[in-house]
């Protein structure tokens, strides 16, 4: 009994002695000894060897009849072809494994390395370089740990990064190699994200990329896949000299099995990542340190001068919008969920309009967050993983993001507790582009195999920070395709000084700064499917509502969520609606459990002639944006292309 009265709880070391006493049994550690004599046999019994990656008996494939040596050779040598100089004609030296476990007996099994030149060329040709293909998330921690400054493992368990000076992507030092092919081909010129380059200077970049890999002391690889449609799955290598990058990379791509892995073979294309490295810029067309590199024809992309993992992602999205478009496929910038009924919802929107967000939800099974394929058989996800915007991230209005941020999740750029580690979410100390890459089974309501049937409707996001566009509008098919081709947003960057303007951000086909062809290829690929399928087109402004920036506020996620359930559940297409002026959007006169007055954007405005002149300014910035368009063609008639362009603001 304590001094004031209250009984002491007995402690839990008491507790302990009492239940021995009671069992008789010790748990003291004069028990059972481990099998080892000294701490270094100790230690060899704590990890054991990881089980045969293929059944021989059956299996196909190029290496389905070698022996675990053979294999191992053979991966070596595809590996050290991938890292091969083109000037010194010879792969590099390569061995398999961490670099810093030479000493240990189990290295020597593994250390297998591609033949000796006969001449050494030069001193590169002298040194091994250790391969680390395919790690295991924990063994990528242990190597961004002790390798990486700036890693650590969050509260949760996550793996926090710094991705550097860079912390979002850098679309002016983007090149696409301009060949006799590509010249044709590829969407060049005004409003195209394809900057030229000649074959001659990706060579040198190249070559730049891979001397610098080969100077390393080790390299990650990773083989992996994009497309969930086997019919067209594309096998990606990435070389990189970052865990970040490697971990990065398991968790957007596709995993392979280890029956896939064994029979992997020769990538369909290549990544050489670099960035730590600068680009030089002496060499002709490098207009900073920093250059991304595709060159279609030889299947590679070269990155010099950034760490950003998100290059790598969107990169291969490029690849995936050359690719699939020969094949009939049409590539998408967008989020895609699917229902209990099977019907499936595509998401599009420029980056922090709601695809991650929304698509992500609790009632729904998730197909993808950000890029897909729909083909003649449905839809596909292209990665194997989500990359959603943690800015404010909360655990009450986005739960299944805020839990997927556990063990194996890259946390890019974010803020913690120095001894805690918890996540400080709102701290945009570093960036506001705070990002967590995870695989997509972190969201429990994943479906996997992602792929689904053909999408029932087809939604467009934009954050309008000017605050006219309806919170939801129902769209025809030409002004589906009008607002598909636009590409509309407007965000505001900053809130540090104070009221900004919002800038209007016109990106054709949601993501004008990934799609190779012209983006009346896309959109005509996309009205062909719409109708084929007969999906309905909606505009949703998850953006400003009762004024722009500074005076309204941001649309309630909850209120979103709502018009999006009425959108999935049918209910919505048998509203009541109403045609706005300037923009003829149909709007719905209720959405269950929306407050009806927020429907209708200029009923939330107090100063209804700054909402018309907001709303003209839109409409003039849209036309503008279009004028290029007009030149273009859509589909096989000109009916649709007279169409669309009708279908645009008219004042
Ligand atoms: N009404 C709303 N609807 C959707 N998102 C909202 C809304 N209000 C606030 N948000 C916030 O806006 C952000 C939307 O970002 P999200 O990650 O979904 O973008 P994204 O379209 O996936 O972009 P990216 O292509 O860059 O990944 C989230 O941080 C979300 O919490
Ligand atoms: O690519 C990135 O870095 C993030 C993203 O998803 C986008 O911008 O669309
Ligand atoms: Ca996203
Ligand atoms: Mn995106």
Known sequence: MAANGVPTPKSPLARIVTQKQQNGISHGDGGKTVKAQTIDELHSLQKKKSAPTTPLDGAQGAFASMSDDERQKQQLKSISASLASLTRETGPKLVKGDPAKAQSGARVAHHHHVEAPTISVSDSALKFTH???????????????????GSFITSTGALATLSGAKTGRSPRDKRVVCDDTTKD?????????NIEMDEQTFLVNRERAVDYLNSLDKVFVNDQFLNWDPKNRIKVRIVSARAYHSLFMHNMCIRP??????????PDFTIYNAGQFPCNRFTHYMTSSTSIDLNLARREMVILGTQYAGEMKKGLFSVMHYLMPKRQILSLHSGCNMGKDGDVALFFGLSGTGKTTLSTDNNRYLIGDDEHCWSDAGVSNIEGGCYAKCIDLSKEKEPEIWNAIKFGTVLENVVFDEHDREVDYADKSVTENTRAAYPIEFIPNAKIPCVGPHPKNVILLACDAFGVLPPVSKLTMAQTMYHFISGYTALVAGTEDGIKEPTATFSACFGAAFIMLHPTKYAAM???????????GWLVNTGWSGGSYGYGSRIKLPYTRKIIDAIHSG???NATFEKTEVFGLEIPTEVEGVPSEILRPENTWSDKKAYKDTLLKLGGLFKNNFETFTNYKIGTDNKLTEEILAAGPQF
Not at 131 to 149: D, F, H, R
Not at 257 to 266: C, I, K, V, W
Not at 526 to 536: I, N, P, V, W
């Open 131 to 149: 391969v680390l293909y395919n790690l295991s998330p924990g063994e990528l921690y242990e190597q961004a740990i002790k390798y990486e400054k």
């Open 257 to 266: 099995t280890p029956e896939e892995l064994e029979n992997f073979g020769t």
């Open 185 to 193: 081909e590829l969407w060049w010129g005004k409003g195209s994200p």
């Open 571 to 573: 209910s919505l297409l």
């Open 526 to 536: 996309l009205a062909e499917k719409m109708q084929k399928h007969g999906a309905t």
